[in-house]
């Protein structure tokens, strides 16, 4: 095994019963909040995979409500996908611990869960072709309506207010005010795009627009993409499966899906809203949402921006409180990827007519 691992990777296997002898550990994914690593068991000369996933219990502060919300969620999925084929690559399948809790709790507070592996399927981390990005959105698309019937109640909310950008402008506002890391110097234009744009923060939640089960995080490396037929196979990532507006995770794909460049490119010429890559997402998505109301779907080319903006004001507020939240690996790692969000949202504004003009014929 690794020895770098921060975690003791076979004694949190061994609370969960997966067969055969224990291979290897190494850390999977580019995610920035959670621990993700793949876990080889060799069960009778087949080489068998897991994830195993360390929940950030300082974001989410009640994990068990959050796996309840990953129980229900998954088994309404499962249900829905029984009669199709591979039914098992369609939904998450979460593994019990031995002692039928869906997660364990280790001695120093760590909350752990396990995933079946989806095999012969992956994630990409910046869009490749058209056909990902309608391929994602339909998936995301069918991951809403699949979950419009789940019975009562209410999911927990497990990061409250997570997409009221205009509470995201204000923790914004408030980490400049402290400017704790002194860092605000370097940041003025950043500061300044923010402070300009603050108006456009309301605009989904003054819409009006009726409350559903979104997925809130509907980044282009939350979809698996099957290898063979590049269909979104499996939406994965559930931990803000909760009560939202359809149009966060529209907005949401939008933001990681029509850009070529990394979500920390540093070259900024290279970051760009591609029209046929935002003509791709939303023919995908309407073929699956046929349950948005005219409202919705007439704000779908503004969600691009408001989501784009949010998540850009929250890289630049971690930048100014000293990168507290999103794991960064460089200096200056969430500045980046502020200006790389920012340029991103002057870049959908200047498109917004042939959007409007586009989503009008779908
Ligand atoms: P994070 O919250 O840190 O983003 P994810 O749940 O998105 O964590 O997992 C990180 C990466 O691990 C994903 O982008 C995907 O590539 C891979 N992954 C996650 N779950 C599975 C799974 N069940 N099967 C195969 N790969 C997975
Ligand atoms: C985080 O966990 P991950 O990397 O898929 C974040 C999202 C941000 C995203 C930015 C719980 O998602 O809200 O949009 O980073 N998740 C949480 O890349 O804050
Ligand atoms: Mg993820």
Same mark, same amino acid.
């Given at each position: 095994m690794d020895v770098n691992l921060k975690h003791d990777l076979l004694a949190v296997a061994r609370q969960f019963p997966l067969r055969g002898e224990f291979l290897t550990a190494a850390p999977y994914g580019s995610g920035h909040i959670n621990d993700t690593y793949c876990v080889v068991f060799d069960q009778g000369g087949t080489r068998v995979r897991y994830i195993i996933q360390r929940i950030n219990h300082l974001i989410f502060k009640n994990p068990a409500a959050l796996m309840e919300n990953i129980q229900r969620v998954t088994a309404h999925l499962a249900q829905k996908c029984a009669g199709q084929s591979d039914p098992s690559r369609r939904v998450l399948t979460l593994i019990p611990a031995h002692d039928g809790h869906a997660y364990h709790q280790d001695a120093q507070g760590n909350y752990w869960r396990?995933?079946?592996?989806?095999? =012969?399927?992956?994630?990409?981390?910046?869009?490749?072709?058209?056909?990902?990005? +309608?391929?994602?959105? =339909?998936?995301?698309?069918?991951?809403?309506?699949?979950?419009?019937? &789940?019975?009562?109640?209410? &999911?927990? /909310?497990?990061?409250? /207010?997570?997409?009221?950008?205009?509470?995201? +402008?204000?923790?914004?506002?408030?980490?400049?005010?402290? /400017?704790?890391?002194?860092?605000?110097?370097?940041? =003025?234009?950043?500061?300044?795009?923010?402070?300009?744009?603050?108006?456009?923060?309301?605009?989904?939640?003054?819409?009006?627009?009726?409350?559903?089960?979104?997925?809130? /995080?509907?980044?282009?490396?939350?979809v698996m993409l099957d290898d063979a037929t590049g269909e979104g196979i499996c939406v994965i990532d559930l931990d803000t499966v909760m009560p939202g507006l359809a149009l966060y995770d529209f907005g949401d794909m939008v933001r990681t899906t029509t850009s070529p460049a990394q979500e920390d490119e540093r070259d900024l010429t290279k970051v760009r809203m591609q029209f046929p890559m935002f003509e791709a997402l939303a023919r995908g998505y309407l073929a699956a949402a046929e349950f948005l109301t005219p409202a919705e779907k007439k704000l779908l080319p503004l969600s691009g921006a408001l989501i784009t903006l949010e998540i850009g004001l929250r890289f630049l507020t971690d930048f100014l409180a000293g990168d507290t939240y999103f794991k960064v690996h460089r200096e200056g790692h969430n500045l980046d990827r502020c200006r790389t969000q920012f340029k991103l949202v002057e870049s959908i504004e200047q498109q917004e007519a042939a959007m409007d003009k586009l989503v009008e014929t779908i």
């Open positions: 396990v995933y079946m592996f989806i095999e =012969k399927a992956r994630t990409f981390d910046a869009v490749e072709t058209l056909r990902q990005a +309608f391929e994602a959105a =339909k998936a995301f698309g069918q991951f809403q309506k699949l979950l419009a019937d &789940l019975a009562a109640p209410r &999911l927990h /909310d497990t990061i409250p /207010d997570f997409h009221h950008t205009p509470k995201r +402008f204000a923790a914004l506002e408030r980490a400049l005010q402290a /400017d704790v890391a002194n860092r605000a110097q370097q940041a =003025k234009p950043e500061i300044e795009f923010a402070l300009r744009h603050q108006a456009a923060t309301r605009i989904l939640l003054d819409a009006n627009l009726p409350e559903r089960v979104t997925h809130n /995080d509907t980044k282009l490396n939350n």
